[in-house]
């Protein structure tokens, strides 16, 4: 397979799963805010969508661009925004794109697929945000991307496109995992007893499983209670949720391995070494040794991942075989 | 008044013979259900992204290619004719590529003056002495065909660089099987499905010698090119790669692509890019779009392009004229196909006459292509008359005039209903070691009432064209 081929199925994929996370980030954002402003402890509540933004890194660039945060800007920001690389629209406009430029290495239902997405999404504005509801419009970006993955399993091959499809999901989605996880942890839940839990955390820790569409996975493992430490695990280390760290390193280094067809790539062994860090990490002693310096360095790890990634196939030496 | 020829009825307005059930099915389907089909057709055109993209316009702009239900029908005797005109006429064009580029015995013999072959633009002196695989020159052929007032089929022009347009061939074969299947269960209507099948081997074969198991590619511009979705269509139909410029490189006269697993050898490539493009150290030096040292790979015959540069020599507006005297001279037969009378405006008397005749001829550009710099006399205003003698005056050798000719209509559906418009055909030829003409082709409409212009560029759609097998 090409280079760019591969390069373009990857982003397809990584595109697809970021607008999806990010109509979960708002759908986070949102149910955050609708907790009463007592419970806020103090904060406005822009608190939630300045959150967002932050486990983005854009709540600098967006306050010097609109001077303050609110909770309706910041939702235009994150889906409407041309301007905004990140935002759910430039996400579905730039999948589709990639897409386009191999049609070649994908099936027509595919592409046929994320350019009816892209059609939709490309007429959503402001007004119609306003007529059919946040919650509709989430609701229908998270089909859209359903669809396309749906898709891709039912009809495309199992071969090297359908392998970068699948990196670019679980890289991107590891990487949500953690951004996720901060947006509710970055005031640390670790060392607070269970009992001690207010209705605030509660609802703010079962907020995030709702936007994951989790809730049900955490009851069915037996969880009493939700708390930070049950819910934490859940998203890093639990090989029961689709959308897990553990989840997704493991399908990298599955797939790395098939890919690489060799053990000693060395993306291959980064790819293994990610997976232990979560395989065999207990969640008591990452909460002990503080959940945000965990979650760093685990976001580097998979920097370094998706670097490796693109460096072993995305990039030709043009060095011909003998 | 010049008599007209419509496709579907005869003179007295009955529907002729071949078109009978079609026109019956279109009495007896309910306005509404056509409207439902038509509506349909759109949006199935709109999900799968068939789409070409308009230059002149923003960049990027892309737009459908307006699709009319009516389809052309050719029957079974006419296409016939049409086949064995096609065949010999790219034959002869294929032979004279050969001899142009080698001992020029059609030059030598003054059967076409030197100068105009030689001093073509089109020309291209590095192909001078080159063996090509099977004396193959132009692989994949487009010929424009019309249908004149007197009901007889006239070459326009021949396609000998890239020829664009099968896609919509075969996309408009699928949209017409899918919006009325019943038809061509009750007909035979001759196959078009296995094109990609057809230009496969044909690429295949003319590999470069001793390659078993060659590695064909499909080169591209990129994404913003007007015909992108084509050459998409193309590659994923025959199962190859669709390559960049950038994803290929050279050494030591062997061309690699840059793959996930490193450096593969590529042995055919079927170029979409025209040959200014394809190298930028031996044509155009700021060329981004080709392959440095590709020309040198090819020279040395490790890599085979199709269409082999310099086609353009052979189906260049100055030297269409003189395609039934090589036809005469390779092939010792006569035209099976005719040509459109043409003045060559680099002679005094043609250029003499042209001018006084402005209002009533077309004149085109010798290289101009999809319909740009092309004058229609009797629909262009007085002012566009005489902007286009100004630019004649000052380069006659530029221009060939020829009579406007009625093309035949075919309904079609317009705002007002079903409506006469001008239709033209292009069939397209493969030639490997066989030469293959697909039954059927491309047939472009000009949408505006009287309009003769029938490219997609300016506003032109396309039906699907049916070839009777009985």
Partial sequence: MLCRTASDLYWVARHMERAEN??????????????????????????????????LGSADGYLARHGRIDGAGVVRHLLLSPDNPASIHSCFRAARESARAQRVAITSEMYEDLNTSWLEIRLLDAAQLDRDGLNQVLERIKIRSASFRGVTIGTLGRGEGYQFLQLGVFIERADWAIRLLDVV??????????????AAEYFRWSALLQSLSAFETYRRLGHPAVTPTGVAELMLLSEASPRSLQTCAQSLHTVLRDLGGSARLDVVRQAGAAEAQTRYARIEDILAGGLEHWLQAAMARLTALGDGIHRQFMTSTDVVPA | MRPRYDEMHDAAGAPRAHYRLFADWLEQTPEAVLQGKRREADVAFHRVGITFTVYGEDSGNERLIPFDMVPRIVPAAEWRM??????????????????????RRILREGRIPAELVLGNSAYRSEMQGLRVPGGVYSHISGIDLVRAGDGEYYVLEDNLRVPSGVSYMLENRRMMARLIPELFARQQIAPVERYPDTLLRTLREAAPEGIDTPTVAVLTPGAFNSAYFEHAFLAQQMGVELVEGADLFVRDDTVYARTTRGPRRVHVIYRRINDDYLDPQVFRPESVLGVPGLFGAYRAGRVTLANAPGTGVADDKSVYPYVPEMIRFYLSEEPILHNVPTYQLRDPDALRYTLEHLHELVVKEVHGAGGYGMLVGP??????????????????????AQPTLSLSTCPTFVESGLAPRHIDLRPYILSGRRIQVVPGGLTRVALREGSLVVNSSQGGGTKDTWVLEA
């Fill in chain 2, 82 to 103: 049409l086949e064995s005109g096609l065949r010999q006429r790219v034959h002869a064009l294929n032979l004279f590529l050969q001899d142009v580029y080698g001992e």
């Fill in chain 2, 379 to 400: 629909a262009a205003s007085k002012a566009e008359i005489e902007d286009f003698r100004a630019r004649i005056l000052a380069t006659p050798e530029n221009y060939i």
């Fill in chain 1, 22 to 55: 990010t109509a979960r980030l708002i759908d986070l954002a949102q149910r955050m805010a609708m907790l009463p402003e007592r419970f806020e402890r103090g904060k406005a509540s822009a608190a939630p969508w300045r959150r967002a933004l932050d486990a």
């Fill in chain 1, 185 to 198: 942890g970055s005031h640390d839940g670790a060392g607070e007893a269970e009992e001690a839990l207010d």
